[in-house]
């Protein structure tokens, strides 16, 4: 049962676009998302998260959105850069307990020049 | 501050043997987690390490195993390995936090390799 879904094994962005990553959810549960980027032989980075009291948090060149309605995620890059190219996973977590992330699946995110 | 460790970096052993994966957190960090990273499975939760205490497991069978120790490090330990356990292993660290979530931080992993 995956709780935690990214549908798109990869997506591919002009340099100086907006990448879109999508990321859905189904355990109501969750009430804390993450995004880590991820590049070959190294361990996941953490790049930004969400509460669910939030709706959007922002950080430099990532935003991510929250619609807890449609229990879906997102995160926005831009403008995307080469470096950005990376596989970017989606997690969710219950802020109370123990601290056990459910992870997608991941999407490859290549930015073109 | 030095970042999360994992030792070795990679590994190979033969169906039915053993293996030990160590761990040392940030310094400061309390709670060690550990992942399995497969192409078709993605990053599944394996347990969490709190104080000394398996705090949370996720859904593997019992030749899965972990512990914590004093200084906060923390080893898993593979038995009877099978084909399917070739995988990259991660370990995450975090300050704690029973009641509120902390960012975990990761390890380069170790890359286990069945034959």
């Known amino acids: 049962d995956q709780q935690v879904k990214q549908n798109s094994p990869s997506l591919s962005v002009q340099e100086g676009r907006i990448s879109i990553l999508n990321c859905d959810y189904t355990?109501?549960?969750?009430?804390?998302f993450l995004w880590y980027k991820k590049y070959p032989a190294e361990g996941p980075t953490f790049l930004i998260s969400?509460?669910?009291?939030?709706d959007k948090n922002e950080d430099g060149r990532f935003t991510v959105f929250l619609n807890k309605s449609a229990k879906h995620l997102s995160l926005h890059i831009v403008p995307s850069q080469p470096g950005d190219s990376a596989v970017y996973f989606c997690a969710a977590s219950v802020t109370q307990g123990a601290q056990k992330l459910v992870f997608g699946q991941g999407t490859r995110l290549t930015i073109n020049p | 501050k030095a970042g999360v460790t994992q030792t070795p970096r990679y590994l190979i052993k033969t169906r039915g043997q053993q293996v030990t994966l160590s761990c040392s957190p940030i310094?400061?960090?309390?709670?060690v987690s550990w992942y399995q990273q497969t192409p078709g499975q993605g990053l599944q939760f394996l347990f969490e390490?709190?104080?000394?205490?398996?705090?949370n497991k996720g859904n593997f069978p019992g030749r899965f195993s972990g512990r914590q120790f004093s200084n906060s490090r923390s080893e898993m330990n593979v038995s009877t390995l099978e084909l399917g356990d070739s995988a990259l292993y991660l370990c995450?660290?975090?300050?704690?936090?029973?009641?509120?979530?902390?960012?975990?931080?990761f390890g380069p992993g170790t890359r286990l390799t069945v034959l």
């Open positions: 390490y709190f104080s000394e205490t398996q705090r």
């Open positions: 969400i509460s669910s009291i939030k």
């Open positions: 995450a660290s975090s300050l704690s936090g029973s009641f509120s979530y902390n960012e975990q931080f």
């Open positions: 355990n109501s549960m969750f009430d804390y």
């Open positions: 310094s400061g960090h309390r709670s």
